[in-house]
């Protein structure tokens, strides 16, 4: 579903160098590493918010410069950020994303703010961390994509909200999505992720499946946290 190849990204103070690898369709990618470890740089990058100075990025065999409005409509994204203007209510935030995407389902949005208990007519500004990142997932999940980006999503949630967020992930899957899970929260993944890849200092160290992910640390039976502390030392 998503190859990035050979992908470098220059600042004064931090570099992606050469990263490279692949999520596979259908699967639930964790994307892990230490906070400044290269994760969010290389979701921008994906995503076309920050341009970068080589390499390949491949989107459902899409690339952003070739095909830039399909590239975008296959993604759901949702940052730990929001990104929204918090004088608006929802219903009007709603109305300036719905209009970026041509295939927009009024239904399945409606469905999913049910489904979440969220009201159309509150405020972003008057909506808890959990409520923001509740209705950025139904913005995503309102327009048929075929992957799903997350940037840290459940940083800040509590345990409810966060248990929430990763059985409608798990949901997700099994409908086909493919989603690719940026976090530092690794307990979520030792529950509902396939494969791993880890980043750090620029550099991908590892990627491959949970299970190969977790023998690779030589420990007795890890979590994903202790393996990856193992790994970069």
Known sequence: MLEVSNLSKNYKSFSLERVSFTVREGHITGFIGNNGAGKTTTLKCILGLVPYDSGHILLGGKTMYHDERAYKETIGVVFDDGYFYDKFTMSAMKNIVAGAYSAWDNSEYHKYMEKFGLQETQKIDTLSKGMKMKFALALALSHHAEILILDEPSSG?????????????????????????????????????????????????????????????????????????????
């Open 157 to 233: 949630l509590d345990p409810k909200t966060r248990q929430l967020f990763c059985e409608e992930l798990s949901e997700q899957k099994k409908k086909g999505k493919t989603i690719f899970f940026s976090t530092h929260i690794t307990s979520d993944l030792d529950k509902i992720g396939d494969d791993i890849i880890l980043i750090n200092e620029g550099r991908i160290l590892i990627e491959a499946p949970k299970e190969d992910f977790l023998k690779k640390s030589g420990l007795q039976s890890p979590t994903i946290e202790e393996a990856m502390l193992k790994m970069i030392g």
